[in-house]
């Protein structure tokens, strides 16, 4: 039984064929965004809706998914479907042959658009941080990263709606990999902002940024203490940069920005940040834009050991009490940018 012709919420899963329900939750699904998804084309693999607490089969492999689809889940409060784990390879192929068309639709809400690309995006750095080796994981970033940068240029009007949709639509409880994004759009919009990157190096310091987290992999019993770190757990916890910055060393498609953003994101300016502490002459324009980035990101969105910070509490902050450790004109660009 597919859901082409009945919203979910009408179908009592009872009636639902076993083979088409799952109610292991999480087990034996990832959730991807509907905005992932292009209408109109047939899909190489099942996609499921919720019901209940339980998962029933919504398209079959080979069923296009159409404007009906979206509409159905829409009008049942869905945002996200689920893909079983054995089909991910072929919704990643999907994905990567179907991206550009996914990315460069037309909405006249530069939110609805914002929203799209954030779908995209939360699958694109899953994969890339999950296997930074994979070549379809670093075409499909490449992708996103290239067209992102895109959606953050105009004029002022649509730049402000976009930042502010930025902030609207990133308001959620991250993971390592929605962190990573966030910070990956917020570092692009800074950048295009101070003009400080051609469309070559803009690209690898996106890449940059999405990966400049990879070496908190396997810490998350660590990172999820908060402030109640031991002396050793703070000292792994500073040596992260360096080992992400070692992770990404046979990667040859990360050039030189990308590595120092994932190297030198905790440095400070006043010299007191880490793994290397360095001289405020020795840390880069793209160093400076992700430590303003990562801090605002990290305060801005809830964490399991605290609650989301208002945003421009956050901004206040930085400004006076970390003074210090932020370039002075990264910071008051970046705030400009989300005060408009």
Known sequence: MTADSAPPSSRSSSKQPAAEVDVNDGACF?????????????????????????????????????????????????????????????????????????????????????????????????????????????????????HSSELLVGGSDRESSVMAGMVKVMEVAPDLYQHS????????????????????????????????????????????????????????????????????????WIGGIGRDVILHHHERLDGQGYPNRIAPRDLSIGARIAAVVNTFDSRTTTRPYRDAEPSMAVLKYMIDDGRAAFDPRVLATFVRMLSN
């Open 30 to 146: 990832f959730r991807i965004s509907i905005a992932s998804l292009r209408t109109g084309v047939p899909l190489g693999f099942r996609v499921f809706a919720k019901v209940g607490g339980e998962r029933i089969i919504f398209v079959r492999t080979g069923q296009v998914f159409t404007r009906n689809h979206c509409l159905t889940l829409s009008g049942s409060g869905q945002n996200d479907v689920h893909i079983p784990l054995v089909d991910r390879p072929a919704y990643c192929k999907y994905l990567e042959s179907n991206i550009v068309d996914i990315l460069t639709q037309d909405f006249a809400d530069p939110v609805e658009q914002l929203q799209q690309y954030y779908g995209v995006g939360e699958v694109v750095t899953r994969e890339l941080i999950s296997d930074p080796g994979d070549p379809t994981a670093r075409t499909l970033a490449s992708e996103w990263v290239g």
């Open 181 to 252: 994004m966030h910070v990956c759009l917020y570092g692009l919009a800074l950048a295009q902002e101070l003009a400080v990157y051609g469309s070559t190096d803009l690209t690898d310091f996106g890449l940059g940024l999405l990966l400049h987290d990879i070496g908190l992999l396997g810490m998350a019993d660590i990172t999820s203490k908060g402030d109640g770190l031991s002396p050793v757990d703070r000292e792994i916890i500073e040596g992260h940069p360096r080992v992400g910055y070692d992770r990404v060393q046979s990667l040859n």
